[in-house]
């Protein structure tokens, strides 16, 4: 009998967990490893990677499929927030502000670009369509998820974010090196395709101390005493649902549309993926220093790998069924 093989980069995390759990003290904000200022530095340098990395070719061969971009940015940014903001007013009084914020915060990230384009790739979608969406989905989720956090934080924590000051942190933080990383691009690019590898070792890695920090500043003030542990299975819950939703609502709506099947499957990849890529250093900016930051990123990081889960065997469907056409096609010409 096989078992499933878990992947190492959910173990990275799940251990990242028991550390912060266990040895707090190490990755609090001033702690010995002083981690607030190693992951601001990761961070902006994992962003300037991204930034060398990506081909503005790249960008430029899907851009023209506005019906497509139209589509996935109103599911990512007018879909999953509605369903955010009825969840988190809906549960007042039920489950802990932490939570509310954490599921609504899920619901306010861009979508993913490597995922994304990897499930469009292997759902034989329209690669090039996808590219530009996740990028710029990205890009956009760098101003319009503040904006949408500074909404609802007041009511969960108690306290205004300054939304000015959030955004400003956010630019200076991912999207200057970002630009700065596509300046450098064509001193640096056949470094890059020579070591793309780094890329996503860098990525993880920022992500692991991250989540590292976010749990010990949790545990040092003591967040995790004042649940239940069946918080975490509603929260699994409830990102089961909203993914399940999503996905339901995008290859309809794409289907309503009239999509072409290449299309189709790009605005569902796109349309239903959170990023923890950008998820976790966005919550290093804006809920740096919240005690709570632990309990706030866990939705993301469930949805992350449900997400990786069920897309895969969605992308798998969409392929059978593009060989299907394929030989259907070949067989009655």
Avoid at 171 to 188: E, I, N, W
């Amino acid at each position: 009998m096989k078992f499933l093989k878990i992947d190492g980069f959910v173990a990275a995390m799940l251990g990242a967990v028991v550390l912060g759990l266990l040895f707090p003290q190490y990755g609090v904000r001033d702690g010995i490893l002083h981690l607030d200022i190693v992951t601001q530095i990761g961070i902006a340098l994992v962003f300037f990677l991204h930034g060398a990395n990506l081909s503005p070719h790249a960008i430029k061969a899907g851009a023209a499929n506005w019906r497509l971009h139209l589509f996935v940015h109103a599911a990512t940014f007018i879909l999953f927030p509605a369903i955010g903001i009825a969840v988190f007013f809906g549960t007042q009084g039920i489950l802990p502000p932490d939570v509310r914020l954490g599921f609504f915060y899920l619901c306010a990230l861009p979508s993913t670009i490597s995922s994304s384009v990897a499930m469009t790739a292997l759902g034989k979608g329209n690669v090039p369509g996808a590219v530009f969406d996740a990028t710029l989905s990205g890009l956009i989720g760098m101003v319009i998820t503040p904006l949408l956090v500074s909404m609802v934080a007041h009511t969960a924590t108690g306290g205004q974010l300054d939304v000015l000051s959030a955004i400003r942190d956010v630019a200076l933080t991912l999207l200057l090196p970002f630009v700065a990383g596509q300046v450098f691009r064509p001193l640096l690019k056949d470094f890059i395709a020579r070591h793309k590898s780094w890329i996503t070792r860098a990525d993880r890695t920022v992500i692991l101390l991250i989540v590292y920090a976010a749990f010990s500043e949790s545990t040092l003030a003591k967040i995790w005493t004042n649940y239940n542990p069946l918080v975490i299975v509603g929260i699994l819950a409830m990102v089961s649902a909203l993914l399940a939703v999503v996905l339901t609502a995008t290859r309809f709506a794409a289907r309503i549309f009239n999509f072409p099947r290449e299309d189709e499957v790009a605005a569902v990849f796109c349309g239903s993926k959170k990023s923890l890529a950008n998820g976790a250093p966005i919550a290093a900016v804006l809920f740096a220093g919240h005690p709570g930051m632990g309990m706030i990123m866990l939705p993301i990081m469930l949805y992350h790998q449900l997400q990786l889960i069920v897309c895969s065997l969605l992308a798998r469907r969409y392929a059978d069924a593009a060989e299907r056409e394929e030989r259907s096609n070949q067989g009655t010409s």
